[in-house]
């Protein structure tokens, strides 16, 4: 069997989020691009000049751990080699999530932070986000920064630029971007409105043992 018709199960669920990506609109048709750590060496990754509401599974590539393309006729995200930089970086992390939800994105731009302090939910799963500074996209500079700052935090705020989540599996990446919209546009109410009433230390303190 040749390498581009392999995988069938796991290219079919990157594409499924990222189909669930754009549906919840999370990403435009040409931005964002997904990630799978199938083992050391191999890698699966959304391809450029894709549309990424319709992406089918034979659309997903397939790159080895030094960046070589193993399905040719499939071009290569300009993410590649961010998504290579972390993976060689964070041994634990299996699933990349990087995308320009509007709310969150918007953060980016102001250089504010998101208030995750607002909800349980989103204290529990995102924690701090981290801000990361400004480097053109898909360059070797971007690449190098968000490897330096991925062990800080799983979930960096690129500077006008999106944002970049990891997990453990998909899920865990997607759930942490939509959850860190959310928390956004919540952060975004409570300033208008004037009142917010954000969890206090000792609510955070619980959350952090509960969670550890």
Do not use: C
Request: net charge positive; aromatic share 6%; hydrophobic share 45%.
């Amino acid at each position: 069997m040749e390498i581009k018709d392999k995988y069938k199960s796991e290219r079919k669920e990157v594409a499924h989020f990222m189909r669930r990506l754009y549906k919840h609109g999370l990403t435009t048709t040409s931005g964002g691009n997904i990630s799978l750590r199938l083992s050391d060496d191999l890698i699966l990754i959304t391809p450029s000049a894709t549309d990424k509401g319709r992406m089918k599974w034979k659309e997903v590539g397939i790159v080895n751990i030094f960046g070589e393309n193993l399905t040719p006729h499939l071009k290569p995200s300009i993410e590649t080699a961010m998504h290579l930089a972390i993976y060689k970086k964070k041994k634990d992390v299996l699933a990349i999530v990087h995308a320009h939800p509007v709310f969150a994105s918007l953060f980016t731009a102001i250089k504010a932070k998101i208030n995750t302090n607002l909800t349980a939910e989103a204290k529990a799963i995102l924690g701090d986000p981290l801000f990361v500074r400004y480097a053109v996209m898909g360059s070797v500079a971007l690449a190098e920064v968000a490897a330096e700052n991925i062990m800080n935090s799983d979930i960096l705020l690129l500077e006008n630029h999106g944002i970049l989540t990891t997990g453990s599996n998909l899920l865990q990446a997607f759930d942490k971007i939509e959850v860190l919209e959310n928390a956004a546009k919540m952060t975004l109410m409570t300033e208008m409105t004037g009142r917010k009433r954000p969890l206090d230390k000792a609510r955070i303190l619980e959350l952090e043992k509960l969670f550890r």
